[in-house]
């Protein structure tokens, strides 16, 4: 089958690799009728995440239930099914209390208790190196998806793969910082990054009741899409300073609710770099540092961009001070992705209006190109894979 594999930083093709098989009664397999790729795909692509062997990449998918094993009760051959990016056993301590990234039976080799980069690790996820569990992705033909009894749901309706696709990760990380950030009505959101996850929040801050959205980012094309789909007032980072404007907004307070959809990959100076070589980080805390002076005393920093690393200097004076409530980790996926399908069939909320670009798998070097680089205005990026992806990647491009 064909797939988009990694191979180093920087370095992903379209290879044939072996056919996805079962190898646990638990199992299905499941033919993969669009894919996305996802920002935290760049942390490997970037070498921010480390991966040595070859892997086939991706976590946002779905398709076609094509084989299961002799445990499955809950799916059939011919369902249609989104799948969540974490994988989880539905059976254990942290499955029982709806943290599924936290499952301790889908990562067996690297789980434990004390987390980090390079420690212990929660639970697996598609796609996502070998720290997560070395589950090969969803940008290829076909998966093999572990637990199928608990992660896949079932897609009824007529709703198109665009419409859904993104049940599987940005919609429900978009959900869950606004989520975490206890918005019931009234209140002012800034959200820094438009990208997917950013723009997601921003839709789910609306839907949510808030009085007032703030989109703050240093490309102006993401700032476009923040206004045209998400209606949010815009701050370019190279033209205002988000933490002045949103003060001066808000009688001087900040914003009730600041969400950090960047994390690590924020943009840094030649001088912070040079103190990662020191300090022996990767990445930045500048988008963390902004949402902590932008918000409010008694605010809520809600953090779903990825941060893989220790920081030196990191500002909890600034926390105690302001009494900031910090939440943070990966989204609870399992947990909300039934309601907020419920979300999508019945209109609340659209998810397909963000993507850019459709393109066929045999397309995906130069998606992660683009994507990397900020070029041809690329905000998301769908691929089809099998035979008819490149027809049908160009049909679909009609309608973007």
Same mark, same amino acid.
């Given at each position: ?31 993969v ?19 040595v ?17 002799t445990?499955?009760?809950k799916?059939?051959?011919?369902d249609r ?9 539905g059976g ?15 990562n ?11 420690t ?22 076909y998966?093999?998806?572990p ?7 079932r ?11 993104f049940?599987?990760?940005?919609f ?17 959101? @800034? ?5 997917p !996850? $950013?723009l997601? =929040?921003?839709?789910?801050? %609306?839907? *949510?009741? +808030?009085?007032? /959205? ?9 700032l476009t899409?923040?206004?045209e ?13 988000p ?11 900040? @914003? ?5 959809a !960047? $994390?690590?990959? =924020?943009?840094?100076?030649? %001088?912070? *770099?040079? +103190?990662?070589? /020191?300090?022996?980080?990767?990445g930045?805390?500048n ?17 779903v ?18 009494g ?6 990966? =989204? ?11 979300w ?19 397309a ?37």
């Amino acid at each position: 089958m064909k797939a988009a594999v990694f191979h180093r930083p920087g370095k992903i093709s379209v290879d044939d690799v072996p056919d996805a098989s079962l190898k646990d009664p638990q199992d299905a397999i499941v033919r993969v009728t669009a894919t996305a790729i996802c920002g935290s795909d760049l942390h490997m692509y970037n070498g921010f995440i480390p991966q040595v062997r070859p892997m086939v990449m991706g976590h946002e998918f779905m398709g076609v239930v094509e084989e299961v094993g002799t445990g499955i009760s809950k799916l059939k051959v011919g369902d249609r099914v989104i799948v969540p990016f974490p994988i989880a056993c539905g059976g254990c301590f942290f499955c029982a209390h709806n943290l599924p990234g936290h499952c301790e039976y889908s990562n067996i080799e690297k789980y434990g208790p004390e987390g980090g980069l390079l420690t212990q690790k929660g639970g697996g996820m598609f796609g996502y190196s070998d720290l997560y569990g070395g589950y090969d992705g969803g940008q290829a033909e076909y998966v093999r998806v572990p637990f199928a009894d608990v992660g896949p749901r079932r897609i009824d309706s007529s709703l198109a793969d665009d419409q859904v696709l993104f049940l599987t990760d940005i919609f429900p990380t978009g959900y869950t910082a606004v989520d975490w950030g206890g918005v019931k009505g009234g209140e002012t959101v @800034a959200v820094f990054g438009c990208g997917p !996850v $950013g723009l997601m =929040a921003q839709k789910v801050a %609306w839907a *949510r009741g +808030a009085r007032r /959205v703030f989109a703050v980012d240093l490309e102006e094309y993401r700032l476009t899409m923040a206004r045209e789909v998400c209606r949010s007032e815009t701050i370019n980072l190279h033209q205002q300073d988000p933490i002045e404007v949103i003060r001066e907004l808000t009688e001087g307070r900040g @914003a009730d609710v600041c969400i950090d959809a !960047v $994390g690590q990959e =924020a943009e840094r100076s030649m %001088w912070e *770099r040079i +103190a990662n070589v /020191v300090h022996l980080q990767v990445g930045s805390l500048n988008a963390l540092r902004m949402c902590l002076s932008a918000v409010r005393r008694g605010g809520v920093v809600s953090v779903v961009g990825v941060y893989a690393v220790p920081y030196d200097n990191f500002p909890l004076g600034q926390i105690f001070d302001k009494g900031i409530t910090l939440r943070l980790g990966q =989204a609870p996926v399992h947990a909300c992705v039934d309601d907020l399908l419920q979300w999508v069939e019945t209109k609340k909320i659209r998810l397909d209006d963000i993507i850019t670009h459709r393109l066929p798998l045999s397309a995906a070097s130069h998606a992660y190109d683009i994507f990397n680089r900020k070029q041809d205005g690329c905000v998301k990026v769908v691929m089809y894979p099998g035979e008819t992806g490149e027809a049908e990647a160009k049909d679909l491009a009609g309608l973007a």
